[in-house]
């Protein structure tokens, strides 16, 4: 069981001829009203890639709302465990560029009404998956965090969007998450705030002293390069699989929630990476965070093309 706690929105997706500088307002003909949200993504991206999910958050007494519950329904995630908030449905406004590069607004509404108490003490069971970002309260997603992990279940957390770097951040994600995925610029943020050196090391090394420092599996998302992953004794690589990229949002949500079904199917570490990698090029093949999230038998079959996942180094070690 994969249990997420995390943030829903409706998203405005607009297809812009370029990404607007500031000051400047771009045209474009129309737009698209789609599912979005992290928690939402990785919750439809995991049940999509064979996972069986509950999800956990808040939405708003509105038609947006309405929208996400049913669409929840239509990717076989029960609407019970979301609430409906005082304030109005989360919504993000995305530009996407003909290149495929986006940039994004969200206004939190509902999701700021999210509590760890909403998740309930029977969804919580060893064995089974926690998965969380920070598109909700912080103080909420680590309380829920330390309850999933005292109770048994592994914790995955998505450090994105990244909040500033402090020792109390450092300190809870020791004490609260196994598995921390980030991508490029958000590992060199948190790095910053451990003084780990981010400017003056490679990937490589960064995902290898991110896991020792804050003893965790570290996955570090680096775009069309692939993946990197440290488990504290060894370091993993997996190429990107090659498409032609159409909108990369959704593609990171996409990427936490298939690897974390992988996972909760007991896939290995390895295993999982090449599951979760394909899957996220898949998701770029299409407009909007959740219309091109794959199922399961397409990363299947698409998964072939990639090489196997590389060990970087046996039991490599920072110098201390």
Not at 199 to 220: F, G, K, Q
Not at 228 to 242: I, N, Q, Y
Request: glycine share 10%; with cysteine; aromatic share 4%.
């Amino acid at each position: 069981m994969i249990v997420v706690f995390g943030s829903l929105n409706m998203d405005l997706v607009m297809a812009v001829p370029a990404l607007p500088r500031p000051g400047e307002t771009v045209l474009c003909p129309s737009y698209q009203a789609l599912p979005g949200g992290k928690g939402n993504n990785q919750a439809v991206a995991a049940a999509r890639a064979g996972g069986t999910v509950r999800l956990f958050g808040r939405v708003g007494p509105d038609g947006f709302g309405a929208a996400l519950r049913a669409n929840l329904a239509a990717n076989g995630i029960s609407d019970e465990d979301v609430r409906t908030a005082g304030a109005p449905t989360g919504c993000a406004t995305i530009m996407v560029a003909p290149d495929g590069e986006n940039a994004i607004a969200v206004a939190s509404g509902a999701n700021l009404e999210a509590r760890s108490a909403d998740v309930s003490d029977d969804a919580l069971k060893p064995g089974g998956f926690l998965v969380a970002q920070m598109e909700v309260p912080a103080e909420e997603t680590w309380a829920v965090l330390r309850r999933a992990k005292a109770a048994g279940m592994r914790t995955v957390l998505n450090l994105a969007p990244a909040p500033i770097p402090t020792p109390a951040l450092a300190t809870a994600v020791r004490e609260a998450v196994d598995i921390l995925v980030v991508n490029e610029l958000e590992a060199a943020t948190l790095a910053s705030g451990l003084d780990e050196g981010a400017a003056s090391v490679d990937a490589a090394t960064l995902c290898r002293r991110l896991a020792d420092a804050l003893r965790v599996v570290c996955v570090m998302t680096l775009g069309g390069r692939g993946v990197l992953a440290c488990d504290r004794e060894r370091v993993w690589a997996v190429e990107a699989l090659p498409v032609a990229v159409v909108d990369t949002t959704g593609a990171g949500d996409t990427f936490t929630g298939a690897l974390a079904a992988a996972l909760d199917a007991g896939e290995t570490l390895p295993q999982a990476l090449r599951w979760a990698v394909t899957a996220a090029a898949l998701a770029c093949c299409g407009r909007g965070a959740q219309d091109s999230m794959p199922a399961a038998d397409r990363i299947r079959a698409s998964q072939a093309n990639l090489p196997p996942a590389r060990e970087l180094s046996g039991n490599w070690r920072v110098p201390s």
